[in-house]
């Protein structure tokens, strides 16, 4: 691809720069985004997002389950995030008779709230910055593995040290690829119920078909409350344990938002790769992505055939569905987004622009040679990405296979393992298996099997894939007689195994083809490609951490941000919609009208409950209703965000909760790796929605009632 210098030519039409919308802010350091906030709209200050002196909005946000954002919303610990977020809490208290899941639930008291096991609830107490401390005694000449294990001594060190001071969880993260170090201390909470969630029509209206898309009509809520001992501290569920009292909770505002309105976003994001050189954007975006796009379209196009014909294996294969189309989605946006704005070369063209800049002074001659290093070493890990991704989207999405390798260690035991450790092995798989065959339906996985095995041996060469794909004959054949000879498709023989297991089936196990297919695809990994991969990684980490430092020397006026690491961050722009594409325009809300032009009973995730049509027609909104009189359900906004910023509060220019962000327009979905302000949009269910269902829909006005609402 030809460099061309796109970025110099923007650089010099527009020196100065406007806001960017790009950044995931240190909520501690957000004193340097204040004036620019405030310019925008913003009233309140950074003192009031983030303080350790004294009660800030940042008490009110929690990591949520370990993958989403939840707020507070009551002083009696009531929290809000999104129905995808609770929805494996809300499953498991799910059956035939309770049906939670289709039909909604709502604790009418504090007694009917349901304890979630396995979940909890993470506040961010404090953060400092230990940079100088862990990177004590480094410098930049160490060898890669010298300086690490110098740097994990220090951080072992420092965490003994504050875990001495304090009663908060400690840890220490690595910011800007490794060049500056935080100290997270951390209060976990265990004791968290579910208190209320609508039913998967109104939760998950659109399901898959509108994710990550706009218009969107997704009432993506679930309500829940965090419990603590009488003094307020982190305690196992008891029912001697009490809500728990926030030092701030949300307020929260009826009044919504107009197009151009300051917003921000204050929540969890996971992983973003914004300082990624042009070469490994290329690699994602137009290799990688597009194999796993091309393997998950044709295993859901599998999956879509069968569940269109039997309701069951609808249900049985929805929450898969689910999650392999999520990605699926998602990447394909990442590809066109990143070509239509020509990602690759503004990459090109800003590394043209550090290479003369490194080359002006002697003193950055550790950034000379990075770039072509980076091209070099991406190449080289070229055909291990490929293989990996082989590995994991062709080999292990059988799920036969996958099934059959978590029995792997059982097969290996032999008469000098522990009893107790073959009891805690048979304990565990005796649970996955009935979780596996609850949901599990064969000639699904067969297809699957089928198709993937041809799509490996088309696209991987025989010297470079696991040995038993070379065996193979006539791939129909051979997955036909893998699944009739497997013990692992019969849950009967797979529960008499667990049931009467004796040292003696583990080599019966062993055998089982099923088995063997899975150690031959994991030998071939093991042996052939995760070492080498690991060291370019490893190298490339370097390489990556160098090379933000540099970005970070050259770009003096321009501050940066560093990448999402799963630890708490604001991020803001504006209220507003989008021009997807030449001659077409986004408006910024969506309202009830179009939950009923989307209806369609035929269609699973067009349902529309009938108590919800009833408030519709009478247009019975109460106080929710926005000035124009209509119901407003979703909105988006040109606010940064990623994976689990989901359920994260956006909040107005007076830190009130508008509404709780969910998802991301398709078009820029690229933003983990380039953000566009013209087409990066995130999408948020307008918290007005969320309380007209609470009260009006449910009846569960007393939740409203612990609420701070403003008029
Ligand atoms: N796309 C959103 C996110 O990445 C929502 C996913 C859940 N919803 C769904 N229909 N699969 O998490
Ligand atoms: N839906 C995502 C989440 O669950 C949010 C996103 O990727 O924009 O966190």
Redesign the pocket.
Known sequence: MKRFRLLTILLVLFPAFLFAGEGMWIPMLLQYNEKEMQEMGMRITADDIYSINHSSLKDAIVLFGGG?TGEIVSDQGLLLT?H??GYDYIQRHSSVEHDYLTNGFWAMNRGEELPCPGLSVIFLREMRDVTEKVLYNINVDMPEDERQAKIDENIKKLIAKFEKETDYKVSIKPFFLGNEYYVLFNEIYTDVRLVGCPPSNIGKFGGDTDNWVWPRHTGDFSVFRVYADKNGHPAAYSDDNVPYKPAKHLDISLKGAEEGDFAFVFGYP?RTNEYLPAVAVDQEANLIDPITVDLRGKVLDIYNQYQEQDPKVRIQYASKHASIGNGWK?WMGVTEGINHFHGVEKKQAFEQDFYDWAMQSRSRYMYVNLIRQFDKNYKELEPYQLAYTYLSEAGLRTELISFAGRFARLSEVTKDTPQEDIDRMLHQLKGTSESFFKDYYEPIDRDVAKMLLKEYLKAQPADFRPSFLNDIKEVNEYVDKLFDKTMFTDQAKVTALLDNFKVKDAKKLANDPALQVYQSLMGFFRNEVHGKMASITADNDRLRRIYMKGQMEMQTEKRLFPDANFTLRVTYGKIEGFKPQDGKTYRHFTTLEGIMQKENPDIYDYVVEPRLKELYNKKDYGRYADKDGTMHVAFTASVH??????GSPILNADGQLLGL????CWEGTMSDLIYDPDICR?ISVDIRYVLFIIDKFAGAGHLIDEMTIVE
Do not use: I, L, P, V
Request: hydrophobic share 10%; net charge positive.
């Open positions: 989403c999104n995808h977020c996971a998602k965000t990623t994976g689990g910023n989901s962000n969910f998802d991301r995130n």
